[in-house]
Each structure stands twice: as C-alpha cells, then as structure tokens.
C-alpha cells in the first residue's frame, strides 16, 4: 500500500534516495507507527475483553449509575441525605413501636431512586430456626436442605433472602419468634414491598409457580385460611399463619405490635392464652400461640376483613399428608404434557425459568387445586413433624415424617436440577442421580 504522504517516485525502485540518512529515518519512523498500531490494536481488544474498574467510585455518590448488582439497582450509593436510620429514636426492637413508618420509607426510596422500579412486587423472603444443634440425628441435615430449597426458589425468581437462627427477643421463642425477625427486616429492607415469612418446616414443591401479587394490591397481609372456619366455627385450625405475605407499611407494624403483645412478651400472656382456649373449642392447649391470636384479631375485627387475604384458591402451603401421596401422578401428567409440547422440555437457562412456568399454565386449567388436584402444589408444609427437636405429632410416626420430607425435597430438587442436566430416578433417594438424556426427535427440534 503506498501512503499518500508519500510521492510515488520516493517508491520507485528506479529512485535514488536524496539522502541516506534521511531515508534511514523513515524507515525507523515507519517501523515505529507500525509498532506503536499493534500496542493499539492490542490495548483496543484487551479492553474489549477486560471489564474496566472504577476505582473513582463513591458509596456516597448518590450521582453514580452503577448497575453491578445485574438488576438495575445501584448498591453503591448510600447519600449524606439522613434518613430514618440516623434517627437515634429508631429501634429494630419489638418492644418499640414504629411511627410514621410509610412517610420514612418514601423518604428513604426517594434517596435511593434507582431501587424505584419494580418496588411493588419486589419481596424479601424470611426464614430461620432454632440457635443450637437439633436434637434430632437427622434434624439438621433436613434443615439445610428445607433452606437449600428456599434459597433455590429465590435465585430462580429473583427475591432475596434472610435466614435467622437467634432470638431476637428473649421471650419470644418458638412460634413467635418470627414476629421480631419479620419486624426487623421490614426496617432492613425499605425497598421491599413485601416481606414473606415461610416456617423452617415448609418447602417449595412448585418451583415455577410465582405469587400472583396483582391479586394482593388491595390488601397488606396474605394467609392461607377459610374465612367460614374462623366466622362460623371458629377454629383455630382455620389458617396458618406458618407461611404468609406481608406488606412492608405502617399498618403491618401496627398489627406486629398489637400481635406481639398477645405473646410472652405482653403483660397478659396468660389471659390471652385463656382468651384463646375459650373462643377456639378444638384448641387443645392452654398457652397463647401465634396462630390463635391472628385468628382471633381476624375474628374480632370482621369490619377490617377487606384488608387481609385469605389465600384457599390454591396450596399457598398444604397439608404433607394430603399432599406426598400424589407427587409420582404428578410427575407423570407434567411429563405427558411435555411429550406433546416440545417448548416445555426445551433445555434452557436457569435464569429464564419463569417464561416456561408461565406457558405452563396454559396446559395446567383442567388439574385443579387444592386436594385432589393434580399440579404440584406450591408449598408443601410439614406441619406437626418438628424435624429438629423430632418431637412430631403422635397422630403420625416418626419415620413417616421424615420420609415424607425427603421425598417432598427431592420432587423439589429434580425441577432445580434438570436445569442443570441431573434429576433423582427415585424420590426416596437423595444420594445418587440420573443424566437427563436429550430427547428432541430429530426431524423435530426445540420449538
């Protein structure tokens, strides 16, 4: 290629250079530019292929548009502005109501804009157990397993998660034990909307189904519960408040407030337990628990009804019992459906889960809900069983209990793990898997 700086008789062989050092120059000068063009040409793919650090970043730069976190929400920036936790008032404590608390989350949001997109639907799950070793041989290997479930379902769909294993509250332990918990993260995590509480003891078994929030907008507490058993039984089997949804607002610390106080923690403990035994008659014994209490403000406060959800419409979290028997029939009608639907076993990316749950349920309208039904139910609760001090309900036995879980957690775990190529040939084995073979037919393809 000849250079348009030069003349073409300075190229000519024919050509006798005017001056020797002169065209000795040139040729250092161009062995240079060439040299110099490849260190360029090498920084220009190195920094194509190396990210760039920003080591000028601020955690105090409420200007900077870091998007490191993936979803669009900058995790960096903290501003100077001060906000509700440079209150000194301010207590994570149960003991210590919270005021004001929307017009505080506002304020907050509104320092924090980038966390303002998708803040309606954006939850913080909540789970935990006990601060020491279960008593049960099995217990904590179950337990891990129960939250290695949860934290699955979450990176699937998107929402964070805090496990807790101590007593916020000295007096609150066991079944209340989750109101401090919830409480506190409602003030950890102003830019969650909802804060879902799920037992220790209670598993996702439908890791495609996502909560429908849009039927909730109306309302700032979801439980799974019949609205006759509470009205016209009276039963204090007619929720579970194991597993519910709550909204992030003043009126759920309000409720927490006066809910806490009906527990150890309250002046009239004892009274509320009396309260209970003699409002529920199949309540058998005589403590205060959570789930009476909840019934009972449910109860008492009929006019308030519109404002909490009672979730019967499907398995929010089901009975085991009812439920472990049906996972084999199950399995077999999903994978008939896929047998004729080529799209739903498609192999895929794990982080693209929900766009097949969702065109699943086109195929799910004739398999009902609830008992009977023939979807995986979304949770999947084993209530009674105590995996970790084994002190189950004498209605079962034992053995039953914890074959049940294993069973619930690997029909869980093959919907993980077929994302991953593997699935468990058998349900009552966890140790070993099987490859998941790719079946298209070859005239036929993925879609």
Known sequence: MVSPGLSHSEYSPMAKPRNRSLWCFSDGFLYCGFVFLAFLLVCSFWSFFTPTLNFGSSIINPSSNCKESGFGVNLKSDPKDPTFYDDPEMSYSIEKPVKDWDEKRREWLKHHPSFAAGASERIVLVTGSQPKPCKNPMGDHLLLRFFKNKVDYCRIHGYDIFYNNLLLHPKMGSYWAKLPIVKAAMLAHPEAEWIWWVDSDALFTDMEFKLPLERYKNHNLMVHGWPKLIYNSKSWTSLNAGV???????????????????????????????????????????????????????????????????????????????????????????????????????????????????????????????????????????????????DHNQMYAGESCWNGMVKALNFADNQVLRKYGFIHQDLQDSSTVTEVPFDYPADEGPW
Not at 277 to 287: M, N, W
Not at 297 to 316: A, C, H, Q, S, V
Request: proline share 3%; charged share 25%; with cysteine.
């Open 244 to 390: 519910f949804l709550i909204r992030n607002c003043q009126w759920s610390m309000d409720l927490i407030n006066t809910w806490s106080n009906m527990g150890p923690m309250g002046k009239e403990y004892k009274k509320w337990g009396q309260v209970q035994r003699s409002t529920f008659k199949d309540k058998l014994f005589p403590e205060s628990d959570d789930q009476s209490a909840l019934i009972y403000l449910l109860y008492k406060e009929k006019d308030n009804i519109t404002i909490i959800y009672l979730e019967g419409e499907f398995y929010f979290e089901g009975y085991w019992v009812e439920i472990i028997g049906g996972y084999e029939n199950t399995t077999e009608r999903y994978l008939e459906i896929e047998r004729g639907v080529p799209q739903l076993r498609r192999r895929h990316g794990e982080k693209v889960s929900e766009q097949y749950g969702a065109f699943r349920e086109g195929f799910l309208k004739e398999a009902g809900n609830g008992r009977g039904s023939w979807r995986r139910p979304f949770i999947t609760h084993f209530t009674g069983c105590q995996p970790c001090s084994g």
